[in-house]
Each structure stands twice: as C-alpha cells, then as structure tokens.
C-alpha cells in the first residue's frame, strides 16, 4: 500500500465516512492499514455498541473505501 493510498484512506473517512458516522452519535477510528491492503477500524462512541455495526462496516464503510482506494482489500474491525 503506497503512502497515497493510506492518505486517500484517511481522507475518505474524514471527509465522506465520519461525518455521517458522528450524526448518528459514533465514529470510526483509523488503527492499522496493512501493506496486504487491510484495513483495521475501530467504531466508537454510539457505534462502538451497536447492533449493526458489522454491517455498517461492511457495506458502508468497507464499499466506500474500496471504491475511493483499490488497493483496499477489505476492513477488518477492531475492538
């Protein structure tokens, strides 16, 4: 994973992903970005207990990133 990669990354989740994140009482927190192209998150605050938040990461989280940065290959979810 190049250095642009990792900073599209942190771009997509301060401009696209935290925001809506944050209006619903949560937010995500950048832990890791592997060279293999994973990613690791940790959802806090209201999503961090949530019942959906394997499918927030999923499908949102997960699919923006991968449209806004190929070289991801998947997020995995941290507690």
Wanted: charged share 25%; with cysteine.
């Amino acid at each position: 994973m190049t250095d642009e990669s990792r900073a599209k990354i942190r771009e997509t989740l301060d401009k696209e992903i935290r925001p809506n994140l944050q209006a619903d009482g949560g937010d995500v927190e950048l832990v890791a970005v592997g060279d293999d192209g994973v990613v690791q998150l940790r959802l806090t605050g209201a999503c961090a207990g949530c019942p959906f938040s394997a499918m927030t990461l999923a499908i949102g989280v997960e699919q923006r990133l991968k449209a806004a940065v190929p070289e991801v290959v998947r997020v995995q979810p941290v507690s």
